[in-house]
């Protein structure tokens, strides 16, 4: 069989540009599918950590920040309240935070903080009754809240107190203290919220 006639450039040509098009529609279906595996980034969002910065939170002052879809609160206590933190453990549900699943193992101090005797503490801003959100009450022997009030969380739903800790007292409809979140500090002014990989 003869060749005669054949252009052979135009063939090498049309074969190279078929396999292209045919390379290029590959991956056209190849990448999209792949990515359809990957979470969305509202997904992402949704359970990705979060950076807080607390290098501007005041002595007393709370900062809410959200996480999976959740207020959680970074409060810093004063020297005063961390030292009269023991003087509720008589009359709190769980004073030494043993239900284990409402904080990681380096939170079950009675600071429920990472590092014991420090001012800092995260927690989840949802009673453990029913879900609603306590408000922060910092006040000192409020009318509505008693003379051995020294400050904490109270959950205007169904009146169930928490301390400056997040730990429950007892007659509260709530079962537990207040959830801790997994957390990790970056530096000594910047805390990550839902990721404690890696930390010490």
Same mark, same amino acid.
């Given at each position: ?22 390379? #290029? ?17 509202? +997904? ?7 950076? #807080? ?7 007393? +002052? ?24 023991? *003087? ?11 239900? *284990? *699943? ?18 800092? #503490? ?37 009146? *169930?107190?928490?301390?400056? +800790? ?32 890696? +930390?010490?």
């Amino acid at each position: 069989m003869s060749n005669d006639g054949v252009n052979t450039s135009r063939r090498r040509f049309l074969i190279t540009a078929t396999s292209a098009v045919g390379a #290029v529609g590959a991956v056209g279906i190849v990448v999209p599918f792949g990515l359809s595996m990957n979470p969305s980034a509202r +997904a992402k969002a949704a359970g990705a950590p979060v950076e #807080v910065d607390i290098s501007k939170l005041e002595i007393g +002052a709370l900062l809410t920040v959200a996480w999976r879809g959740q207020p959680v609160w970074i409060l810093r206590r004063s020297e005063q309240s961390m030292k009269d933190l023991p *003087s509720n453990d008589s009359r709190l549900s769980d004073p030494h935070s043993e239900v *284990s *699943s409402q904080q990681p193992k380096y939170a079950q101090n009675e600071d429920r903080s990472r590092k014991s005797h420090q001012n800092i #503490v995260v927690l989840i801003g949802i009673c453990t009754h029913l879900g609603c959100s306590p408000t922060y009450r910092p006040d000192i022997a409020p009318a509505d809240l008693g003379d051995d009030w020294d400050g904490g969380f109270f959950c205007p739903c169904h009146g *169930s107190k928490f301390d400056l +800790a997040g730990r429950v007292f007892k007659g509260s409809p709530a079962p537990t203290n207040l959830v801790v979140p997994p957390y990790k500090y970056l530096s000594n002014t910047l805390i990550v919220v839902g990721d404690d990989k890696g +930390a010490a």
